[in-house]
């Protein structure tokens, strides 16, 4: 968005002979040509800003944050509320990322703009998927979710997850993350089955080789976490 300092020191670079696909944030085409694109110059993290999400609360960033997911690997949330309406799915070696330093738990529902980087969904879906099947990991780390209004939603889906010590490398990482409901890090279960992080382990074709969980904060949902 124009002015919003998301791209900060990176800039782009004509490519002449590329005839890559426009993806809307680091390859960009010109109507007027076939061959030859704008390709965003940059190390590290993508930030989803480049995709078009706001974090304002009000627009709808599902589309802004999943293409990004699907672009890098390395996905940087700016501090923020990013609505969204849809899941978003992490089907590849990928890491989500928001801006906070310090433990997100203790809100109490008051406030929360200006401090992190927060999902919020408004549907009944689930929030986050992450697809470990094909030895693929994953991590999550500084991330606020609040989840959708409607019952039976889950924060945070782990698929594909058998637990084993032998015979895989798919890793799950979940680090610094709050997860509550609708309203806030209340004190009182808000919604009917609604969970926070699940793990589901029915796949028969994967196992998970290690589960790293640190500083995970859950609230004003009827369940935690179900292995």
């Given amino acids: 968005t124009k002015g919003d300092g998301a791209f900060g020191s990176h800039f782009f670079e004509w490519d002449a002979t590329s005839i890559e696909a426009d993806n809307g944030g680091t390859i960009i085409k010109l109507d007027s040509v076939d061959t030859g694109r704008y390709k965003l110059k940059y190390d590290g993290a993508v930030n989803v800003k480049w995709f078009g999400a706001k974090g304002d609360g009000i627009n709808d960033d599902t589309t802004g944050i999943q293409s990004a997911i699907v672009n890098g690997n390395i996905i940087y949330l700016p501090k923020g509320i990013y609505k969204t309406t ?6 590849k070696n990928s890491s989500l990322i928001g801006d906070n330093s310090s433990y997100m738990g203790l809100d109490n529902g008051v406030n929360i703009e200006n401090k992190g980087s927060y999902i919020k969904c408004v549907s009944n879906v689930d929030i986050i998927e992450c697809n470990l099947k094909l030895n693929k990991s994953a991590s999550l780390e500084n991330l606020g979710i ?56 029915t796949a028969s074709d994967s196992v998970l080789y290690k589960a790293s969980i640190n500083n995970v904060y859950i609230h004003g949902l009827y369940s935690g976490m179900i292995f």
């Fill in 86 to 91: 849809k899941t978003l799915y992490m089907n």
């Fill in 146 to 201: 609040i989840a959708p209004s409607g019952f039976n939603s889950i924060g945070l889906l782990i698929k594909g997850a058998e637990f084993s010590a032998t015979g895989s490398t798919q890793t799950i990482y979940i680090n610094n993350i709050s997860i509550a409901g609708k309203e806030g890090f209340s004190n009182i279960p808000n919604y009917v089955n609604a969970k926070g992080v699940v793990f589901d382990c």
